[in-house]
Nanobody, 134 residues
Framework: VQLVESGGGSVQAGGSLRLSCTVS????????LDWFRQAPGKQREAVGA???????TYADFAKGRFSISKDNAKNILYLQLNSLKPEDTAMYYC?????????????????????????????WGQGTLVTVSS
């Protein structure tokens, strides 16, 4: 499985960005894809997840500002970031989540902090950097 993120950049507070994650090498269509972010000195946290039926689930901090979608025909996952704040500055990653653990954590707890070697996640992309200036 290979995941490649793109679309990061520098924006001013209040701006928007759309991140993409191209997925290849997955033989099954029945899995979730998650977005995470990691700010300097902080643990990696889930932003949101999307199921095979396109149902999204979001971390509490992402609700109302961020939106996840995917294009199955192109095997691309998207993360739309709106009303960006300086505290959204982070490296953003996508991850394959075959058992949809992320969606469960977010639905019932509103957040999910992970280490990069979290066994529930199959693969990670290399990340794309988002910098938001005030």
């Amino acid at each position: 499985v290979q995941l490649v993120e793109s679309g990061g950049g520098s924006v001013q507070a209040g701006g928007s960005l759309r991140l993409s994650c191209t997925v290849s090498g997955y033989t099954s269509s029945n899995y979730c894809l998650d977005w995470f972010r990691q700010a300097p000195g902080k643990q990696r946290e889930a932003v949101g997840a999307i199921a095979s039926d396109h149902t999204p689930t979001y971390a509490d901090f992402a609700k109302g500002r961020f939106s996840i979608s995917k294009d199955n025909a192109k095997n691309i996952l998207y993360l739309q970031l709106n009303s960006l704040k300086p505290e959204d500055t982070a490296m953003y990653y996508c991850a394959a989540d075959p058992d949809c653990a992320g969606a469960d954590y977010l639905r019932y707890g509103g957040s999910w902090l992970v280490d990069p070697n979290q066994p529930a996640l199959d693969a990670w992309g290399q990340g794309t950097l988002v910098t938001v200036s005030s």
